[in-house]
């Protein structure tokens, strides 16, 4: 009997020296992910977990919420058709809750772009790391970080205040409107005044991208000296001006002009531009054999078409009849669908996607929120009808004259010029809350729209995950 | 000192005392002395003496209680040429004792006790009648060990290797019954014949059968855990392109779904429930011994412009069905904990065909049939389609979409599923050695499958190569070798959950304009101007998919006997596993066009090894214990790489993607990946049994996983289960065979969380545009959890097994209770930490059930015989925690969102949306509701929060995806040479999300096709009672919104296989058989789509159905020869 215990023992003891020589090979062997260490102790990182900031301010490429949050909801256009209309309607019809996938998905990208430019903000102090790397990092961190916090801002009013990656304290409070007000403009002054004028590489902030951003967003908090004298900085820069010809602005062959203070870079590749894709019929020749649409269509109401002045050449872009692929002549204007060809159609699109830049901030933008600003500050000035006269020359219409307007008609006016200028640039939604007019607009296009929908209610996951969060008043 | 060991014991075990009186002993000392034959003739001889001079001239043992051997009176033994088991069935048949063979060691134990006591020497000393005769199983090959007994006394034998026996009568009168383990028991009447050849059938009813158990095998009747046994006989006839349909009905408890029809296509099984969220929710597989990576490689479509969800194919394809001897299915905690961390979702065991010693056995088994599409779904005609079209856009006020004279010239149109589908050819050719001599023992098989599938170009080839070999090296050492090769190539039908220009053929053969026809007046295909989707045919025949798998999976041990009760075994385990996936989506299709080609190639690489060793411990102590024992460690390290490359822009489509180079390099991807992981643990079991009436099995695992937070490196696993043999006791009445009670109790574990999820990396963010160039980031991938660690399952299962008439009536029944604790949620956290969630375990959920098994056999006469086998079961799910944060809502298909939810108190994934109460009829209907902007003839949503108002808020719960119970029976019939089996399996009371009838609902382009139903029914001003909207600008009323009418009932009665076969009886072959199948012949259901045992995800808890491949129906005719 003896004998069997003994093999038991020593069968378990080699059992147990077995064992034990393999507790190593627990350990996680990590092949394809990179450690916290190694990404945050390099300038190439830090360098590269910014260029995911960048990313997610502009949305992972997905500009569609821009275009549809403001092109919807201001009635600028109307979608028809394809899978996209289900949860279109709800931003058309004013009836969008605080499920819409797309607050989420915004939300949600914004911040980690936050996050992200976070992470930089909190590691850059390397004594490894050279002073300009530095400097760059930080004001192009503090650019991404201010420019998803101006979008934040501008859909569901103030938001939480992440300004550390640290995950010690994550149950936010909503800050005051103060509060969020002067955080935006600290990150954009600072990476204004850290940023250099010129950048070697095209997309990478800018000194002109940061106060580009800050006269618009003080444009749109109505602090109009603070808007007027921004702009002023960035005309002063003497780096920009109008590109001739207003066609030319968005061609894709005619990128990084000088009128481009900011935009969402895009590539056929990857961040692409469907805007077309989403706006024209199945049956639409399309000039280039790699081009392709979706079901979706966009159309704009004739009223509009109409309210252009004779001979403006921003009109030319907009399509208003065409003969499709099976020969057949088809009338938009006097149907209500007319449709916009803002983007010229990519000759190195790939299918759907192509490279047309999208906007953000240009010059004739900064022209016209500082005639806008010097308007509500001092009432018609020849300084401000000139601003304005600019851009309606580029356009080809007359100027205007300072005799011909009041403050309240000129203020008018320059909305209804910023309508003709900057459609289809998702403008429309912010400059008729400035105006006020988007509740009284959508009512008077039959929707059942209330004050409160100035906002975007804050994504009903992050209210059931965050106690400290209140909702939008209305929701 | 090994050597040594066997003596010792028994030795130690015995008291050795000779009292010869007179003894006379011949030996006839053969090769082997199992069949040594001794003339005996002794006079008052103690049965100590016997054994003693049976084990002097053979090399048998004994074990035995001295008291009880030392009170039995002598005897007169009088034999000649007589083998030991004639001759201790000779002896035993005056005592009150009991004994059994088991590799050479006669066990003798306390047996009930004899009437009469008294010595028959008369008897005993004077048999009278000598029969002999040969044991075979049904191809032929001996059977060694099969008892024969005298029905009604206790004379007995049992066959040699060559499976020949010869038993001593009283006369020639009587019966004689054969019996083996795993062999159906037969009864043969004697009637004067001296010679009596008998063929056995294998069986699994039989109590002595063993099973497959984790790491080892049981008697089923001693067996304390609720495990369904399945054999050869009872697997699913037919094309079972897979292993896990060969089960699909067959065992209570376990749910198999074939969620996709296509060849090849994703199999999901439940056993016992889904007890996940989400660490995975399919059992374990263990091949021979091996627990192999089951997961899915490469997910299904992806790139080129396709469809990224389709569902993934079977990762069980490359084991060849008519390679598997057995099928165990571990349910309970008792039964799985051995597997500890990855037993929570059951473990299925399979166990492949090995070779018998004796004559070389070849079988050739082959069949072909065609296959067509059981049920296409019900869309408008061509005729209905212009109807519907033009009379919704009137109704509308848009006037009609086709005039007379467009009617004229479309003439009958198109009917797009007819164009996609096809009758589809399936051939089968298997091929089978087996057999070997009593060292060592092989089978090697060979399959080819092909089998084209019922949706043009889609279809599935496989070979398979298996060898098994078994040999024995000395008296104590076992070798045995398995390897199973195989290659697989698929064409796949390219539709998935995408929508649009991205669907395939059967999303675009449902909503094609019937108005079109396929080919231009070129014959190139047409292109309808009103629609972004493909013309069907043009993505049949525009776009390559294929895949091209290889798989090795083998593994080699050695057992070593240290002495007849303790064993060590060191097991080594391979799986290796290669897929290359290649996409070409041409110019034919309207993404291919525009990008001039896209070309998509994948490869994976997916291996695990397995190390393991164990010891096994078995012996029988004092008169009533049995004890056996297992300890063991095994270590398995599992190996995952990933390489993908896209690019577009070919000059030409000629070459596909065979030469990538010729894209356009500034749209060219390339991706790759690689992650790894291990466990290593620790196993032991016990057995032990008392009186053989008292059961007790104890487990535990330790587990350790690199998956594990830091904190958390090893997680254990216990269980305990008591089992007791009612019939044993004499308060039972005799009419059972068995009856056993079982009770158990275990933890078992999901380690099934995927890699790195304890750690804080940084992988790969999106590429932001620089210089109009693409640049790759990194982001945070996530937030360190270190005390993250497996879902822990407790579960109690009660059960009893029954068997009554000899075996003809048997049953067993089983509840059960599992608890799942720990269970991994993704806790959400504010996204504004630019962090969504963090994986915590701390959920719970419960799935509780009821399990019955009957089988009968109802008649059994010499030429007619039907048996009759049914198993239902019933199995309820409940969350019951998900942590802070509650409601989680889930399932996207496109432009469909938030399809499901888990909510405490609700099953599972269950389906979230909104009710429909019926349709606006009036003006004034609208008015008062609270949808302000609906129309007359757009749904009435319920607005179940009283807001006035239809939002989220108004969504609820629809329905689950979980049947209420299921069901299969079997019926299997033999008149003679001929045999009819059908099986008829189904599911009651599950609920289906159908896509197909949603996107109907909604059509996102007016111009695409609709399901008849929802259109012909449409409410119109004189259609009022009816429960489909009006279809006029359907995005108005509700767009992609889940709701009530798409909620279809899933339940399902089929007629899954029905089999006719005929053994012809010839000269030139052992045994000849043909057959004809039918499968999949007929389905009774309400359900509208193709299969209501569909699920688009695959595996995944989210079930819905769009665009499923179509299940087949298939006729089979095949012969199966052996030689």
């Keep these: ?475 | 000192m090994l050597n040594g060991l066997p003596a010792l014991i028994v030795r130690a075990m015995r008291i050795t005392v000779f009292l010869t009186l007179t003894c006379v002993v011949n030996l006839y000392a053969t090769a082997y002395s199992q069949d040594a034959q001794l003339t005996l003739n002794l006079k008052d001889v103690k049965l100590s003496e016997v054994f003693s001079i049976i084990k002097q001239e053979t090399d048998y043992q004994f074990l035995y209680n001295d008291e009880e051997i030392q009170k039995a009176p002598a005897i007169n033994l009088s034999v000649k040429d007589a083998t030991v088991p004639e001759i201790l069935e000779a002896c035993f048949r005056h005592y009150a004792l009991k004994y059994k063979i088991v590799n050479k060691t006669v066990v003798v134990s306390r047996g009930k006790p004899k009437h009469d006591l008294m010595l028959r020497s008369a008897a005993l000393m004077d048999p009278q009648f000598a029969v002999r005769g040969r044991v075979t199983g049904s191809s032929g090959e001996p059977l060694p060990g099969v008892s024969i007994n005298l029905r009604g006394s206790e004379t007995g034998t049992i066959t040699d290797a060559q499976g020949r026996y010869s038993i001593l009568l009283p006369d020639g009168e009587g019966i004689l019954v054969f019996s083996y383990i795993g062999f159906e028991k037969k009864s043969v009447p004697i009637q004067g014949h001296q010679q009596i050849d008998v063929t056995l059938v294998s069986s699994v009813s039989s109590l002595n059968q063993l099973v497959v158990v984790g790491y080892g095998t049981q008697k089923k009747d001693d067996l304390t855990g609720a495990i369904s046994a399945l054999s050869t006989k009872d697997f699913n006839a037919g094309v079972n392109v897979s292993l896990d349909q060969l089960m699909q009905g067959k065992a209570a408890g376990v749910q198999v779904s074939q969620t996709s029809g296509e060849p090849g296509g994703g199999v999901s099984v439940r056993i016992r429930g889904s007890s996940s969220i989400n660490a995975g929710n399919e059992p374990l597989y263990v091949v021979d011994g091996l627990p192999i990576d089951n997961s899915s490689l490469l997910p299904g479509g992806g790139g080129a412009g396709l469809a990224s969800d389709n569902n993934p194919k079977n990762p069980l394809n490359s084991i060849n069905p008519n390679d598997i001897a057995s099928i165990e299915i571990l349910k309970d905690a008792s039964a799985t904990a051995i597997y500890g961390s990855r037993g929570a979702n059951g473990v299925v065991l399979i166990t492949t065909k090995k070779g018998h010693s004796g004559k070389i056995q070849v079988n050739y088994d082959s069949y072909a049939g065609t296959q067509t599409v059981a049920k296409k779904i019900p869309i408008l005609s061509t005729s209905e389609y212009i109807d519907v079209v033009n009379s919704i856009s009137e109704a509308g006020g848009n006037g009609v979409v086709f005039s007379p004279e467009d009617i004229a010239s479309i003439g009958k149109g198109t009917n797009w599923q007819d164009e996609i589908y096809q009758k589809a050819l399936v051939t089968n050719h298997d091929l089978s050695l087996a057999g070997g001599n009593d060292r060592t023992t092989f089978r090697a098989s060979l399959n080819y499958f092909d089998q084209a599938g019922v949706v043009k170009k889609t279809g599935i080839t496989k070979y398979i190569g298996r060898l098994n070999l078994t040999t024995h090296v000395g008296k104590r050492i076992e070798v045995g070798i398995n390897v199973n090769r195989s290659l697989i190539k698929e064409n796949n039908e390219s539709d998935g959950v995408n929508v649009n220009e991205q669907a395939g053929p059967i999303n675009a053969a449902l909503l094609y304009d019937p108005t079109e026809p396929v080919y231009n007046a070129d014959g190139s295909f047409s292109r309808s101007s009103n629609l972004t989707i493909n013309n069907p045919l043009s993505l049949v025949y525009g776009i390559t998919n294929n895949d091209l798998i290889n798989r090795t999976l083998g593994s080699l041990y050695i057992q070593y006997d240290l002495d007849k009760h303790l064993s060590a075994k060191l097991n080594f385990g391979y799986d290796d596993q290669s897929q290359r996936r290649n996409i070409y989506n041409s110019s034919l299709t309207i993404n291919g066009s525009a990008k001039a080609g896209i070309a998509n190639v994948a490869q994976l690489d997916q291996s695990n090894q397995l190390v393991e060793y164990t010891m096994h411990y078995s012996n029988h102590f004092g008169r009533y214990h049995d004890i056996n024992v297992l300890g063991g460690i095994t270590y398995q390290d599992f190996l995952i790489s990933q390489f993908a490359g896209s690019i577009s822009g070919f000059p030409s489509d000629v070459l596909g993607v065979n030469n990538l180079g010729l894209g356009n390099a500034s749209y060219a991807t390339v991706t790759s990946d690689k992650e790894g992981n291990s466990l290593l643990s620790y196993i032991g079991r016990v057995n032990y049994s008392y009186h053989d009436k008292y059961l007790l099995t104890g487990t535990l695992r330790a587990d350790g996983s690199s998956r594990f937070g830091t904190n958390n490196k090893f997680g254990y696993f216990p269980s305990f289960a008591l089992g007791w043999k009612l019939d044993k006791e004499k308060f039972i009445p005799d009419l059972f065979d068995q009856l056993k009670l079982r009770a158990s109790w275990g933890v078992t574990g999901n380690q099934d969380i995927g890699n790195y999820k304890a750690l804080s990396t940084f992988s790969t963010g999106g590429n932001a545009i620089f210089n109009d160039k693409p640049v790759s980031s990194l982001t945070p991938s996530g937030i360190a959890n270190p005390n993250l660690q497996w879902e822990s399952t407790r579960q109690i299962d009660l059960g009893i097994d029954a068997s009554i008439l000899g075996g003809r009536l048997s049953a067993t029944f089983d509840v059960f209770d599992k608890k799942t604790k720990e269970m991994l949620i993704n806790n959400p956290l504010p996204t504004g930490t630019g962090y969504s969630a963090i994986l915590s375990n701390t959920g719970q959920m419960r799935n509780s059930g009821f399990e019955a098994q009957l089988s009968a056999v109802n008649v059994d006469t010499k030429r007619f015989t039907w048996s009759t086998s049914v198993n239902l079961s019933a199995i309820r799910n409940k969350v019951l925690d998900l942590g802070p944060n509650g409601d989680i809502i889930t399932g996207s298909v496109q432009f469909v969102d938030n399809t499901a939810i888990y909510r405490v108190g609700e099953p599972m994934a269950s389906y979230y949306g909104y009710i429909v109460t019926g349709i606006f009829q009036t003006a004034e209907e609208v008015a008062a509701s609270a949808q302000s902007t609906a129309q007359p003839g757009y749904p009435i949503f319920k607005d179940v929060n009283g807001d006035g108002k239809i939002t989220s808020a108004d969504r609820v719960v629809l329905g689950n995806p979980y049947p209420k119970f299921i069901f299969g029976l079997q019926n299997s019939l033999t008149y003679q040479g001929f045999e009819l089996n059908f099986f008829i399996q189904g599911e009651q009371g599950a609920d289906l999300l159908n896509i197909n009838r949603l996107e109907g609902m909604y059509p996102a382009n007016f111009r695409r096709n609709r399901i008849a139903e929802q259109a012909l029914n449409r409410w119109t001003p004189t259609n009022t009672k009816t429960r489909w909207p009006s279809g006029i600008d359907p995005s108005a009323y509700g767009g992609g919104k889940v709701n009530s009418l798409v909620i279809d009932d899933a339940s399902y009665i089929r007629l899954n296989t029905a089999q006719l076969a005929y053994n012809i009886p010839v000269k030139f072959a052992q045994s000849l058989r043909v057959y004809v199948t039918g499968q999949n012949l007929f389905t009774i259901t309400h359900y509208i789509g193709s299969n209501p045992d569909a699920s688009s995800f695959g595996t995944n808890n989210v079930r819905l159905d769009y665009n499923g491949y179509p299940l087949a129906r298939t006729w089979l005719l095949g012969v199966n020869v052996g030689f």
């Excluded at chain 1, 009997?1 to 069968?11: F, G, P, Q, W």
């Excluded at chain 1, 000088?258 to 935009?263: K, L, N, S, T, Y």
């Excluded at chain 1, 600019?390 to 080809?396: E, K």
Aim: charged share 20%.
């Design chain 1, 1 to 475: 009997m003896k004998s069997i215990y003994m093999k038991v023992i020593i069968a378990g003891v080699i059992l147990a020296t077995i064992g034990l020589g393999c507790t190593k090979l627990l350990d996680e062997r990590v092949y394809s992910k990179i450690s916290s260490e190694s990404v945050l102790s390099t300038e190439a990182g830090i360098s590269s977990v910014l260029t995911s900031a960048y990313n997610k301010s502009e949305l992972n490429g997905s500009e569609y919420w821009f275009y549809f949050f403001s092109a919807m909801t201001s009635g600028e256009a109307r979608n028809v058709g394809g899978s996209v209309s289900a949860e279109l309607t709800p931003l058309t019809d004013f009836t969008w809750d605080s499920n819409l996938d797309w607050f989420e998905d915004a939300w949600k990208t914004l911040y980690a772009g936050i996050r992200d430019a976070n992470v930089v903000l909190d590691h850059i102090d390397n004594k490894n790391f050279s002073d300009a790397f530095k400097q760059e990092m930080t004001g192009e961190a503090k650019f991404v970080r201010g420019i998803c916090y101006v979008y934040l801002y501008k859909w569901f009013g103030p938001t939480p205040l992440y300004l550390t990656s640290s995950t010690d304290s994550i149950y936010l409070a909503r800050p005051t409107e103060a509060r969020m007000v002067s955080q935006i403009e600290q990150d954009l002054t600072d990476a204004a005044n850290d940023l250099p004028v010129d950048q070697a590489t095209y997309g990478r902030a800018t000194k002109g991208a940061a106060l580009g951003l800050l006269c618009k967003f003080y444009l749109n908090q109505k602090q109009w000296q603070k808007c007027a004298d921004i702009a002023s900085q960035v005309i002063g820069l003497n780096k920009y001006g109008l590109v001739p010809s207003y066609h030319d602005l968005f061609d894709p062959g005619n990128e990084k002009n000088e009128e481009m203070i900011w935009v969402m870079p895009c590539s056929p590749k990857d961040h692409s531009n469907q805007i077309n894709a989403l706006t024209f019929p199945v049956d639409f020749p399309l000039p280039y054999a790699n081009d392709a649409v979706f079901a979706a269509c966009s159309y704009f109401s004739d009223d509009f078409v109409h309210s252009f002045e004779p001979g403006d050449t921003r009109k030319d872009l907009i399509v208003t009849s065409y003969t499709n692929t099976s020969g057949t002549f088809i009338q938009l204007l006097g149907n209500d669908q007319s449709m916009p060809l803002k983007y010229e159609w990519d000759p190195n699109a790939s299918g759907q996607d192509a490279g047309n830049d999208i906007p953000v901030v240009r010059y004739a933008d900064v022209l016209l929120s500082r005639a806008e600003a010097l308007n509500e500050l001092n009432g018609p000035t020849e300084e401000s009808i000139d601003l304005i006269n600019q851009v309606r020359t580029r356009a080809g219409v007359s100027p205007l004259s300072l005799g011909a307007f009041t403050k309240a008609t000129l203020r008018d006016h320059i909305f209804q010029e910023r309508n003709w200028e900057f459609y289809y640039e998702m403008m429309r939604r912010e400059d008729q809350i400035r105006q006020g007019t988007f509740i009284s607009g959508a009512r008077a296009r039959g929707k059942n729209a209330q004050e409160f929908q100035q906002l975007f209610p804050i994504p009903q996951p992050e209210i059931d995950v965050d106690p400290n969060l209140k909702q939008n008043e209305g929701y």
